[in-house]
Every structure is written in structure tokens, then in C-alpha cells.
């Protein structure tokens, strides 16, 4: 079921190792590059097994505008390949599909305890209309199903309606189907059992397919992990005088006091201390009472906050307070810190981070039929096999080369200059700028230059901005969607003349934009993006010390790596792509670093590389 002529040797192989796992229910850990063709090689394949195997693929990303790939392949496949019948769904987040006004301001869990209120209450229309008392499919919604069936494969987006729910009527629609494209959350959240309840699918019936898969430890971490503060507190007290819940109100009073108590006591000489969890369970119950009662109260008072204001405060509490009973003391960190707003009010933060993504990863992925993961930045693959969970006995690691010619790449560490914290001086940003100017003086087109931060950035920008002879376009930060699609737009049209885009890495352009061609000549990488580390950091480093032996390597240094090479990669992007990558800093030519570059990836260490760019582009028009 390959949708296209012929499969290039590289992906021949990639696709022989899909199939390989498939047949003997193994996992398959895919170190694989841009333009190998990874979409096409994994759901023809895994498509074509399940249909035979009745086993169901899900094909997760970590966005939803990353469904658009699959969703063209499966397209391609259906017309290629008209003799075969299957069905597909894509399915987003239901937040994101649902009408209700004002929805989008919700957090996940947020809308999530919101919907679950006004469903059961019958007060959603959109649900009414697509369901009956008895949770079966309306009439008028069974004939729109019949109609999406002969539609699809569509984007989600695509089924958005202004009189029916579109996520009842695509987990109805996935009940039927042979592959299903979702996001992480989909499969790795709390959440998955009833969703996969409802699409009436087995875990051990299941193939699953992560794409860009470098993102699912800390994307795992985060859904994982809860957090509350004397602000939130706040607001819950005021919610609790609101709806009359005056004995709930002394009892968040009682966890605030406790919090207070622990700050004076953490706090004294910093802005930051680890707490036990134990210490501060007997605390909370001291102040509040026994916390399990205390939470099933908070459940209840949440609900009535819920029907009139859609999110509350009580139920954030609620279940901070039940993922601090409920978890481990090893795989979490829980930390007390002084924090400010952006107004400058100060507050107190207490935070129960996930720091084993495996803790919940390593279930789901040893209950699968298959398991494959995939990223042209999983390296080294023992890595993301040892902190995701996979069983090392039914797991393949396998890396492979770029389908692009070298011919076509030029990828150069410059040494002498470094982002450092202990070397930022102002001869070694001067030097770093003289890089950039030079660079971007022989780079034709557009060129785009990520550093480790915001403030890095800014800095830089000040010393190169009247001397690029190009127009600069800056990233802006916490940009939203419009914003980030007004810039890209801006920059594709700028080529040119030629434009200079100054981000961050693990910013919004540096990681799922593609710039092929013209769009993009040029990628400068300056400095590795490791911040000084906080109590959080601290703890995943040594937990994965403690666990692996390998704390400052799995917790620290090789994430960082990973950052930069994403934002390197988005210089080629197809096989007609020329371009030039250069990584401004030592660091990356030392050995412990330099290990995490693709193995063929072909790299020159000098100096002073501007003539060698001038060289390469000389032939360019």
C-alpha cells in the first residue's frame, strides 16, 4: 500500500524494519532523517498489517498541524490503491473542537471537568443533538456519520459543525476505523482508557506510531505534572465564598496556612527548596482535615463552580492534592519557590513534577501490538528507549543515513567563540556578531539564526542589526497562531531580497516550519541551550543518575543537543535543497556533545568559516 512509485533505498530499509517488528509484535525505535519519508513508510506498512492482523495503528503527533501529512498519505494511498477498503479518523483535542463560546480560554482539564458537568446535566445542546438518553447515536446523527464515512479521510477541522458534537461523532466514526491519527494525549494522558473505551479498541490490538517522538518525554512530564500557588489559592477561597461553601473555605485556608509554614520554613535563604512529601501530607491534614474527604468535598463544590463559570479553581486543588497522595515518592519533584508575577506581585509556587515519563509511558508501550517511534533527533537511541520505558529484549534501535546528497549540505562548528556562561564577554560577543555579519553576507536569500534564549537574542541583535544589509525579522515571544503565521509569511516573502529571522531555539520556527529552497539558505545555530540549572533540573539529574547512571547526559546536555539540531534541520528539506548549517560555539565539537549529531552527518571544524560559505554558494543564482 505505498502510495508512491518506488521507495528510495534508504526508506526500503526503514520500511523493511517497520515490517520486521510488526510481524514479530517488536518495537522499533527510528532514528531517521528529513526527507527519508517516514509518513509514508510507516502507515503504508502498518496499514497494510492491520488490515490483514485486525489490529488498529494510532499515528500521534505533538501538534494538531502535523495531522495534515497523514491525512494527505492516506489520501494518496485511497487513490492509489481504490480496491482497498479502509477507514480513517483524525481526531484533535475536544476542546478544540467544541462551539460552546469562550471554550478556548480553558485549560485541558479545565474543559475537560467542564464538559463532563454540563453533559451529564444535559445542558449541552451540541451533545443532545448527537446522542440520546441511552448514549446512542441520534438518527440525524447516524446519517451524518454515513456522510463523514463516505467523505473521509478529513481533517478534523474539516467536521467542525454548528449542530452536532464532532468529537462523539468521531469516536463513533474511529470505532469503525483501521487507523486513527491523534495526539499524544490521545494514548499517553490519564484519560486514555475511557476514550479507548468508547472507541471499543484494546491496547494489546493497538500499533502505535509516534511521530517526532523526541517531544513525548517532556510533553509526558508535563501532562504528568501539577502544580499549585498561594494565587490559585486564593481565587479557590474566593470561589468557595461565592457559591456559600463555607466549611470548604476554612479548608483551603488550612492548605494555605500549611504552604505559608512551609515557605518560612524552606525559604529562609533562597527562592527555592525541595519538600518531602510525606512532611507536607501530615501538614495538609493537619491545617484542612483528612485530605481524602477534603477532596471528594472539593469534587463536589467544583461541579456547581463549574456549571456557571466553566473552570474553577477547587477543581485544580482538588487534583493537585489527589496527584500528591497518589504518586511515588521516586519519579517526582516537589519543590516550594518565590516567585513574581509580571505586575511584580510575589506569590509562593508549589510544584509535583513528573520526572519519569515512563512511570506511564512504559505500560502503554510494552501493552502494544508494536510500538514505533520516529524523529530525525533520537540519538542516541538508548536514550529515549531507556527513559521512555521500552522492554530492551522487544525493542530495535536503528539510525539511518539522509536520502540528501552531501554535495548539498555544509555543516560547520566554528571554533573560539562560545555562549558559555562563564566566557560571556564582550570580545566573545563581539566575535560571535562579526560570525553572523559575515555569514549572512555570503548566505543568498534568507537566513535564520536561533540562540539559546530571548535575552541572548536581543542582545545580538543590538550589535549585528545595522550591518546585515538584510531585512531582520524577529521572532516574537508567546506569539499566537495568527502572529506566528503573519511572520512566516512575512519571511517566505522577503527571499528574495533576502531576510534575516533571529528566534530561539526550541522557539516556534525552529522545530515543524518547513522553508524548502529559496525560503531558507541558511541556518545559524549560536550557543547549546543549557540554562543554569533549577531544583527541577537538579532532581531529573539525579534521579536519571540514580536510575541509569547517566544523569547530566539524559537530564541535561543531550536535550539541549537535541534543541539545536532541530533548529538546524530546518535548512534542508528536500533533495533539491542547498544550504548551509554553522553551529556557533566549541562546545559542539566536543566529544560528549558532538556524539548526538546524526552519525552521517558530515562535519567541518574551523575557525573562520566565511569563505568556505562564500565558496559553496559560489555557483548559487
Same mark, same amino acid.
Given at each position: 500500500?505505498?502510495?508512491?512509485?518506488?521507495?528510495?533505498?534508504? &526508506?526500503?530499509?526503514?520500511?523493511?524494519?517497520?515490517?520486521?517488528?510488526?510481524?514479530?509484535? %517488536?518495537?522499533?525505535?527510528?532514528?531517521?532523517?528529513?526527507?527519508?519519508?517516514?509518513?509514508?513508510?510507516? =502507515?503504508?506498512?502498518?496499514?497494510?498489517?492491520?488490515?490483514?492482523?485486525?489490529?488498529?495503528?494510532?499515528?500521534?503527533?505533538?501538534?494538531?498541524?502535523?495531522?495534515?501529512?497523514?491525512?494527505?498519505?492516506?489520501?494518496?494511498?485511497?487513490?492509489?490503491?481504490?480496491?482497498?477498503?479502509?477507514?480513517?479518523?483524525?481526531?484533535?483535542?475536544?476542546?478544540? !473542537?467544541?462551539?460552546?463560546?469562550? =471554550? /478556548?480560554?480553558?485549560?485541558?482539564?479545565?474543559?475537560?471537568?467542564?464538559?463532563?458537568?454540563?453533559?451529564?446535566?444535559?445542558?449541552?445542546?451540541?451533545?443532545?443533538?448527537?446522542?440520546?438518553?441511552?448514549?446512542?447515536?441520534?438518527?440525524?446523527?447516524?446519517?451524518?456519520?454515513?456522510?463523514?464515512?463516505?467523505? /473521509?479521510?478529513?481533517?478534523?477541522?474539516?467536521?467542525?459543525?454548528?449542530?452536532?458534537?464532532?468529537?462523539?461523532?468521531?469516536?463513533?466514526?474511529?470505532?469503525?476505523?483501521?487507523?486513527?491519527?491523534?495526539?499524544?494525549?490521545?494514548?499517553?494522558?490519564?484519560?486514555?482508557?475511557?476514550?479507548?473505551?468508547?472507541?471499543?479498541?484494546?491496547?494489546?490490538?493497538?500499533?502505535?506510531?509516534?511521530?517526532?517522538?523526541?517531544?513525548?518525554?517532556?510533553?509526558?512530564?508535563?501532562?504528568?505534572?501539577?502544580?499549585?500557588?498561594?494565587?490559585? !489559592?486564593?481565587? #479557590?477561597?474566593?470561589?468557595?465564598?461565592?457559591?456559600?461553601?463555607?466549611?470548604?473555605?476554612?479548608?483551603?485556608?488550612?492548605?494555605?496556612?500549611?504552604?505559608?509554614?512551609?515557605?518560612?520554613?524552606?525559604?529562609?535563604?533562597?527562592?527555592?527548596?525541595?519538600?518531602?512529601?510525606?512532611?507536607?501530607?501530615?501538614?495538609?491534614?493537619?491545617? #484542612?482535615?483528612?485530605?481524602?474527604?477534603?477532596?471528594?468535598?472539593?469534587?463536589?463544590?467544583?461541579?456547581?463552580?463549574?456549571?456557571?463559570?466553566?473552570?474553577?479553581?477547587?477543581?485544580?486543588?482538588?487534583?493537585?492534592?489527589?496527584?500528591?497522595?497518589?504518586?511515588?515518592?521516586?519519579?517526582?519533584?516537589?519543590?516550594?519557590?518565590?516567585?513574581?508575577?509580571?505586575?511584580?506581585?510575589?506569590?509562593?509556587?508549589?510544584?509535583?513534577?513528573?520526572?519519569?515519563?515512563?512511570?506511564?509511558?512504559?505500560?502503554?508501550?510494552?501493552?502494544?501490538?508494536?510500538?514505533?517511534?520516529?524523529?530525525?533527533?533520537?540519538?542516541?537511541?538508548?536514550?529515549?528507549?531507556?527513559?521512555?520505558?521500552? &522492554?530492551?529484549?522487544?525493542?530495535?534501535?536503528?539510525?539511518?543515513?539522509?536520502?540528501?546528497?552531501?554535495?548539498?549540505?555544509?555543516?560547520?562548528?566554528?571554533?573560539?567563540?562560545?555562549?558559555?556562561?562563564?566566557?560571556?564577554?564582550?570580545?566573545?560577543?563581539?566575535?560571535?556578531?562579526?560570525?553572523?555579519?559575515?555569514?549572512?553576507?555570503? =548566505?543568498?536569500?534568507?537566513?535564520?539564526?536561533?540562540?539559546?534564549?530571548?535575552?541572548?537574542?536581543?542582545?545580538?541583535?543590538?550589535?549585528?542589526?545595522?550591518?546585515?544589509?538584510?531585512?531582520?525579522?524577529?521572532?516574537?515571544?508567546?506569539?499566537?497562531?495568527?502572529?506566528?503565521?503573519?511572520?512566516?509569511?512575512?519571511?517566505?516573502?522577503?527571499?528574495?531580497?533576502?531576510?534575516?529571522?533571529?528566534?530561539? &531555539?526550541?522557539?516556534?520556527?525552529?522545530?515543524?516550519?518547513?522553508?524548502?529552497?529559496?525560503?531558507?539558505?541558511?541556518?545559524?545555530?549560536?550557543?547549546?541551550?543549557?540554562?543554569?540549572?533549577?531544583?527541577?533540573?537538579?532532581?531529573?539529574?539525579?534521579?536519571?543518575?540514580?536510575?541509569?547512571?547517566?544523569?547530566?547526559?539524559?537530564?541535561?546536555?543531550?536535550?539541549?543537543?537535541?534543541?539545536?539540531? &532541530?533548529? #538546524?534541520?530546518?535548512?534542508?528539506?528536500?533533495?533539491?535543497?542547498?544550504?548551509?548549517?554553522?553551529?556557533?560555539?566549541? %562546545?559542539?565539537?566536543?566529544?560528549?556533545?558532538?556524539?548526538?549529531?546524526?552519525?552521517?552527518?558530515?562535519?567541518?571544524?574551523?575557525?573562520?568559516?566565511?569563505?568556505?560559505?562564500?565558496?559553496?554558494?559560489?555557483?548559487?543564482?
Amino acid at each position: 500500500m505505498f502510495p508512491f512509485s518506488e521507495a528510495r533505498p534508504v &526508506q526500503k530499509e526503514f520500511i523493511a524494519d517497520v515490517k520486521n517488528c510488526l510481524d514479530n509484535g %517488536r518495537h522499533l525505535i527510528a532514528n531517521a532523517p528529513t526527507g527519508l519519508g517516514k509518513t509514508a513508510a510507516t =502507515i503504508s506498512s502498518c496499514l497494510e498489517y492491520g488490515i490483514e492482523n485486525g489490529k488498529t495503528i494510532f499515528f500521534l503527533t505533538p501538534k494538531h498541524s502535523q495531522h495534515q501529512l497523514a491525512i494527505d498519505t492516506l489520501r494518496l494511498i485511497k487513490k492509489k490503491f481504490p480496491d482497498k477498503s479502509f477507514v480513517s479518523t483524525d481526531i484533535i483535542g475536544k476542546k478544540w !473542537l467544541c462551539s460552546v463560546g469562550g =471554550i /478556548q480560554e480553558l485549560t485541558s482539564g479545565e474543559f475537560h471537568n467542564y464538559c463532563r458537568t454540563v453533559v451529564r446535566e444535559e445542558r449541552c445542546n451540541y451533545y443532545n443533538n448527537t446522542r440520546s438518553k441511552s448514549h446512542a447515536l441520534t438518527s440525524s446523527a447516524e446519517s451524518k456519520l454515513k456522510e463523514l464515512l463516505l467523505l /473521509q479521510p478529513l481533517h478534523a477541522e474539516e467536521t467542525l459543525s454548528d449542530r452536532f458534537c464532532p468529537y462523539e461523532l468521531l469516536t463513533e466514526l474511529a470505532r469503525k476505523s483501521d487507523i486513527i491519527i491523534g495526539d499524544y494525549y490521545h494514548i499517553f494522558s490519564p484519560h486514555r482508557g475511557p476514550l479507548l473505551m468508547k472507541m471499543k479498541k484494546e491496547l494489546n490490538d493497538l500499533i502505535l506510531i509516534v511521530d517526532e517522538a523526541h517531544n513525548l518525554p517532556d510533553r509526558v512530564r508535563s501532562l504528568m505534572t501539577r502544580k499549585i500557588s498561594s494565587l490559585s !489559592l486564593e481565587m #479557590a477561597m474566593k470561589e468557595a465564598k461565592t457559591f456559600g461553601y463555607e466549611d470548604i473555605k476554612q479548608r483551603i485556608l488550612g492548605i494555605m496556612e500549611a504552604m505559608e509554614s512551609v515557605r518560612r520554613d524552606k525559604l529562609k535563604d533562597g527562592a527555592e527548596n525541595f519538600i518531602e512529601k510525606d512532611a507536607f501530607a501530615r501538614l495538609m491534614e493537619e491545617k #484542612a482535615g483528612n485530605l481524602g474527604d477534603f477532596t471528594e468535598a472539593l469534587d463536589e463544590a467544583a461541579k456547581e463552580v463549574i456549571k456557571d463559570k466553566k473552570r474553577s479553581y477547587i477543581d485544580m486543588l482538588s487534583e493537585f492534592i489527589r496527584g500528591w497522595m497518589e504518586s511515588d515518592e521516586k519519579g517526582y519533584s516537589r519543590v516550594i519557590s518565590k516567585r513574581k508575577t509580571l505586575g511584580g506581585k510575589k506569590f509562593t509556587l508549589l510544584s509535583h513534577r513528573c520526572l519519569d515519563p515512563s512511570l506511564y509511558t512504559g505500560d502503554i508501550i510494552g501493552g502494544t501490538h508494536s510500538t514505533i517511534i520516529m524523529s530525525g533527533t533520537l540519538s542516541p537511541t538508548e536514550m529515549y528507549r531507556d527513559i521512555l520505558g521500552f &522492554q530492551p529484549d522487544r525493542t530495535d534501535m536503528r539510525s539511518y543515513k539522509s536520502p540528501f546528497l552531501r554535495k548539498n549540505r555544509l555543516n560547520i562548528i566554528v571554533r573560539g567563540v562560545t555562549t558559555k556562561y562563564s566566557m560571556r564577554t564582550d570580545d566573545n560577543y563581539a566575535k560571535m556578531a562579526g560570525h553572523i555579519v559575515e555569514a549572512c553576507h555570503r =548566505i543568498p536569500n534568507n537566513v535564520a539564526v536561533f540562540f539559546p534564549s530571548y535575552f541572548m537574542r536581543d542582545m545580538m541583535h543590538r550589535l549585528v542589526r545595522d550591518r546585515l544589509g538584510k531585512e531582520i525579522i524577529l521572532e516574537e515571544q508567546n506569539a499566537g497562531k495568527a502572529e506566528k503565521r503573519m511572520i512566516y509569511d512575512r519571511f517566505v516573502a522577503a527571499h528574495e531580497k533576502g531576510a534575516v529571522l533571529l528566534g530561539v &531555539q526550541a522557539g516556534s520556527f525552529a522545530e515543524g516550519v518547513d522553508l524548502p529552497g529559496k525560503f531558507l539558505n541558511g541556518v545559524i545555530v549560536v550557543g547549546i541551550p543549557l540554562e543554569r540549572p533549577d531544583l527541577e533540573t537538579k532532581a531529573l539529574i539525579e534521579y536519571y543518575d540514580y536510575k541509569f547512571r547517566r544523569g547530566w547526559d539524559y537530564g541535561y546536555t543531550y536535550p539541549a543537543m537535541v534543541r539545536s539540531i &532541530q533548529a #538546524a534541520g530546518r535548512c534542508i528539506r528536500s533533495e533539491s535543497d542547498r544550504g548551509v548549517c554553522i553551529f556557533l560555539d566549541e %562546545r559542539f565539537g566536543w566529544a560528549n556533545y558532538r556524539k548526538v549529531f546524526p552519525p552521517d552527518l558530515d562535519i567541518r571544524t574551523m575557525d573562520n568559516p566565511a569563505a568556505l560559505v562564500g565558496e559553496f554558494f559560489k555557483d548559487t543564482t
